[in-house]
């Protein structure tokens, strides 16, 4: 596997989805190397959790020409994933070998590897550039959309997490229905599962919150598409019906602007902005809140939506992309339109003043996560595709 992130190195989901999966598969009996980025906190090379990790790379420096350094990444991950190919194929000649390239971040070295080597290559495409940014605005858009189209192309299958990506790759790709395999994220809902007493609970809980005021929660990148500015819009209104309630957002990213427009609103009192958290922190929030709302304008699928059902928080997401296919309107949440503030708020205060009926909700909305979106039934679906790509590859007559 191939991939810009990995823990402890998190800048957005892939890193958490590369290491499950790759762990997952590992437990399954397949041996996993993953090359992917140097970390200051991180050994160059390590055995974690049966998974063989192969940090390389310059520094990262969020300053600097950010392409350069993808690049410049990706040249390490090749020269690396050369070495270790030579070794595997001289010792085990016989052995199956796949590439599994994860983005865009990842396509240089997966390509490159890929016609060496004459191995198959199978991509993941976790989200477009058109997608995050509703078109290309920009020439380095324009450049990650052409090796976007590029990976697809080069790649033997490609995986998507939902029937919104699938969509959208064969729309903007114009890759073959028929050449895509949709797989759902998962998560790790045992993670949930730890020893937190209520006296305890109460005490972290009024750190954010006094017992009769409930809490609405939030946690994602402050970037337009997580919609961050749809829940703040919102929140007057939550707050003319609720006036207790209290607003609590978590997450890295550049937010002066959403802080000056709690201000202009003056809701200064009942709106907290955390930052990023540590998973420790973030696990036992998830335990307190009241809410979980996630109002994205762009969601490939909606991880975090997972998250909060896995605890049994109440959920209540917008109908932008894959989070439809995630939480079922009335079901296991609740759905708003995507972009609409006061859709938003009558779906917050549908959860905040009929607290039965969202309990109801988030029990089954439990039992879905662990029975739908659990990463083994995941790895077996991946694996699938790996027998089915090494199958196809011996009949090709392209192979070493």
Known sequence: MLSWEYPPRIVGG?????????????????????LTASHPDAPEEAVENGVFLHRVGPPFHPREDFLGWVLALNASMQSRGEALLHAWLQTEPETPVILHAHDWLAYPAGRALKHAFRIPLVATIHATEHGRHGGLFSDLSRTIHQMEWELTYEAWRVIVCSQFMLGEVHRLFATPLDKIDVIPNGIRAEKFEFEFPEAERW??????????EPIVFFVGRMVPEKGV???????PIVKAEVPKARLVIAGGGARAHLEGFVRFLHLEDSVQFLGFIPDEELLRLYRVVDVAVYPSLYEPFGIVALEAMAVGVPVVVSDAGGLKEVVWHEQTGITTYAGNPESLAWGILRVLK?????????????QVVRTEFHWE?????????YQRVWGEYLQSGWGR
């Open 203 to 212: 005490a972290f809980r009024q750190r954010y919150a006094q017992p009769d």
């Open 354 to 366: 009929d607290p039965e009926s969202a309990r109801r909700r988030a029990e089954y909305a439990q």
């Open 14 to 34: 892939i890193a958490r989805h590369v290491q499950e999966l790759a762990e997952s598969l590992a437990a399954q009996g397949v041996e996993v190397h993953v």
């Open 377 to 385: 039934r995941i790895a077996q679906q991946t694996r699938r595709v």
């Open 229 to 235: 500015q749809v829940l703040l819009q919102a929140f």
